[in-house]
Structure formats: structure tokens, C-alpha cells
């Protein structure tokens, strides 16, 4: 599966933004698929993930009860919804798709083998 990453962009604090990530090649809904971030300096971090079949979703507890990850079966995209943005939630964000890891791999980022670009995200207080 090939991924396309868009939609980020620069608010203030308190902002929202919405990331999708356009699959091509495969149906996303035969794989997991997460959103992992990078800020400068520092290592890339998991985000949110949605579970293949089931949709069993996880959060970093970060941006729990603020951002929201889901998934579009007809558009084959998975999206970002990040509400109540914070100066700290700047970084680069990444999808990132795989179909075979198990339950306690998926909050891994080495345990993904399709990755999009990344789109910058940056939020000014």
C-alpha cells in the first residue's frame, strides 16, 4: 500500500487541524493504521491507532480526549482529528499502515512497514 499525507498546516493554540492519509494500491480497512509524530531533536512518537477489523482504537494518553483517528472505507483514507491544539503538539506527522502486527506491537513505530510523508504541524502560542 502506498500513503499520501496532507493537511497540516499552522494554528494558534486552542486550534484544530485535520491530517488524512490517502492509501493507494490496497483497502486500508485490511490494515492497522496510525498516526506517529516527530518534533526536532527528539524521537518519533506514536499517536493514535485504529485496529484492523475490529477498529479498536488507541491513543497516546497525550492527546487522548483531543484528537481523534478514524477511517474512511469508501475514500480508502485515514484522518487526524486534532482539537484543542497545544504548542507541544508540534511535529512532523507520519501515517504509517501495516497489515500482520499483533495487539501489542501497535503502538510501535518499527512495527510498520508502509509509511506516507511527512506534513508539518505547527502550533504557536
Known amino acids: 500500500v502506498q500513503l499520501q499525507a496532507s493537511g497540516g498546516g499552522s494554528v494558534q493554540t486552542g486550534g484544530s487541524l485535520r491530517l488524512s492519509c490517502a492509501a493507494s494500491?490496497?483497502?486500508?480497512?485490511?490494515?492497522?493504521g496510525a498516526w506517529f509524530r516527530q518534533a526536532p531533536g527528539k524521537e518519533r512518537e506514536f499517536v493514535a491507532a485504529?485496529?484492523?477489523?475490529?477498529?479498536?482504537?488507541y491513543y497516546a494518553d497525550s492527546v487522548k480526549g483531543r484528537f481523534t483517528i478514524s477511517r474512511d472505507s469508501v475514500k480508502n483514507t485515514l484522518y487526524l482529528q486534532m482539537n484543542n491544539l497545544r504548542p507541544e503538539d508540534t511535529a512532523v506527522y507520519y501515517c504509517?499502515?501495516?497489515?500482520?502486527?499483533?495487539?501489542?506491537?501497535?503502538?510501535?513505530?518499527?512495527?510498520?512497514?508502509?509509511w506516507g510523508q511527512g506534513t508539518q504541524v505547527t502550533v504557536s502560542s
Open positions: 485504529i485496529r484492523r477489523g475490529s477498529g479498536f482504537l
Open positions: 494500491g490496497r483497502a486500508f480497512r485490511d490494515y492497522n
Open positions: 504509517a499502515a501495516d497489515e500482520t502486527l499483533i495487539t501489542s506491537q501497535i503502538r510501535f513505530a518499527s512495527a510498520y512497514d508502509a
